[in-house]
């Protein structure tokens, strides 16, 4: 067991394992604010997948990246890259490394920085944590944001009563004109069977008409939108997508990473559609996001273990309820404004 002296003693370089998913990223960032609020002064170091670098490199509290090309490391010739990468994170020496991705290739990486402290969370998986020096203790239960916060207890930082998200303003696509109040929609997921269909889709803009509709994310969104819609699937980056979110008077989302970024920026403002997934582990974590599931819709800060159950996709009258409730609180942020 560490003193307390040790403990609080601010560590010069600090390394983040989280390379993905982008949802995961994002819950990630109050951590990071957190530790550059209370040691201003040490150089963290976030590996992370190339695709979501935008994101952090911005953020106050982040000196550098250490990029993971993970698709460089396939086929012929693969562990002969990887080992040179791995000698450039280990060239690095941090003080402190922080695993929260909790895997054993990330607890792998830790662990090969030559770290002398390694924090990962109880809750790693793959054997992980027998790579790991010291475990934040976490519910498997509770929300991914607190989860991650746990770390900051081995480190003697305070959490934060409201957890911070620094991200970028972005940049809007050529093209995306601003002027005109929209209400975004983003129907996809990686998850099996978390996406919205081009029929939900569909409902939804029937309910937001005559107000202008903006499609964005990746993938088959569909054709022959009604004449509110714009299709802006597959035609934005991890920037133009922030920029797009970041001006949209309301946003409504399947349970994604581009959830958790419309969440972060305008939480009053974003409804997440959970179909089997939890909540209460996976929604927004801010208590005034709206959460729809099962038909049902509530403030994250009155979900209870009734949320948690299985659910099922909302119907063209539900999802057309949705487009209606969309439009009247687009309307109310405008008028606001």
Known sequence: MRNMKEIMKAPGRILLVKPSSLGDVIQSLPVVSAIHRHWPEAELRWLIHPAWRSLVEHHPGVSGTVLFPRDKFRGPGGWLRSLAWLKTLSD?????????????????????????????????????????????????????VRRYLSVLDLLGIPRPARPEFELPEGRLPEGFSPEQPYVVIHPYSRGKGKSLTSEMIRSFATGTSPMRLVIVGRGDSGSAWPENVEDWSNRTDLLELTAILRGASFIVSSDSGPMHLAAALHPERTLAIHLWSDPLKVGPCFPESLVWKNGRICRVAELDDSWRAEGRAPTAIEMEELGQLGRLAATKTIKSE
């Open 92 to 144: 690095w020496k941090p003080d402190l490394a922080i695993d929260l991705q909790g895997l054993l290739r990330s607890a792998l990486f830790a662990r090969l920085s030559g770290a002398p402290r390694i924090v990962g969370l109880s809750d790693a998986r793959e054997g992980a944590r027998l790579l790991h020096g010291e475990r934040a203790i976490v519910d498997h239960a509770d929300h991914a």
